[in-house]
């Protein structure tokens, strides 16, 4: 579904990726694991097109996203759905207006039938009966449950996830993963997640990849990465890692 290849990306002297190697399967589930401010934000920004790389390719469907022009790159963007780290919902709409907006703007559906889909989402989610509230009315929890239900409703065929259960409480975190879960289970989107939440993340996806100065250091099973002989995988998931460490880095396969 998804390759990157030998993808490089600087902002200004400070070079962020520098060779990123990685395939994604269709209907997988990935999480993207590593240092805050290590880039893998800025790799998921890649994969929608929001960022332009250096040098590399980014393979969607075999079609390389980085080298198309606008009006091929909204298309090839219809295949994405993006629930963003703190949701992105508009403060200024109700739920409901929220998950009915990407139908109202990319489809031609009427109303009756917006509203139906708008429903059946809401439900996936777990979250009848709030379509008139506001954001402002929500906790973090329902947010993260509105924006996964905006982010399906579009019917994608990749999901992009960036730290989707960042600020939550624990018992939230895990709501939102198993929701996660369950969905992926039921629709069979791509998933592509960027994730701070070490252990949890193991339950959740088919494979890890570990971005590490700006390259995958190495990707596996969640089981192949916790016992990874990888002196700079061990000491990441411990929590122990510090300092520069020299490491050899791995180019991924599929």
């Known amino acids: 579904m998804i390759q990157i290849i030998n993808l490089h990306k600087s902002f200004g002297e400070q070079k962020v990726l520098k060779g ?4 994604i399967s269709d209907k997988e589930l990935i999480a ?3 240092e805050s401010g290590g880039g893998k934000s800025v790799l998921l920004r890649h994969l929608i097109g929001l960022l332009k790389p250096d040098k590399g390719k980014i393979l969607v469907d075999d079609e390389d996203i ?20 703190g949701g992105a919902l508009f ?10 907006f990407p139908l109202r703007e990319k489809t031609g559906l009427p109303e009756d039938e917006i509203r ?4 059946e989402s809401l439900e996936d989610v777990g979250l009848e009966g709030v379509e008139q509230k506001y954001p402002a009315e929500l906790s973090g929890g329902m947010r993260k449950r509105v924006a996964l239900a905006r982010a399906l409703i579009t019917e994608p065929q990749i999901v992009l996830f960036d730290e989707p259960t960042t600020g939550l ?7 939102i993963h198993r929701l996660i879960v369950d969905t992926h289970n039921k629709h069979g989107f791509t998933g592509v997640m960027v994730s701070h939440d070490i252990p949890e993340i193991y339950e959740v996806v088919d494979r890890i ?3 590490y100065e700006g390259a995958i250091e190495v990707i596996g099973t969640p089981e192949q990465i916790v ?12 929590g122990s890692l510090s300092g520069p460490i020299q490491a050899t880095h791995y180019t991924s396969g599929g």
């Not at 409480?169 to 709501?175: C, E, Q, S, W």
């Open 116 to 119: 139906t889909k708008v429903e």
């Open 209 to 211: 990849a570990f971005l």
């Open 20 to 23: 990123v190697n990685l395939s």
């Open 32 to 34: 993207i694991i590593g």
């Open 91 to 100: 403060d200024s709409f109700t739920v409901f207006e929220n998950i009915a």
């Open 169 to 175: 409480d624990p018992i939230k975190l895990h709501a």
């Open 227 to 238: 016992h990874s002989h990888d002196r700079i995988v061990r000491q990441f998931v411990t």
């Open 66 to 85: 980085t080298r198309v022009n606008r009006r091929e790159l909204d298309r090839l963007r219809e295949k994405f759905g993006v629930v963003f780290q």
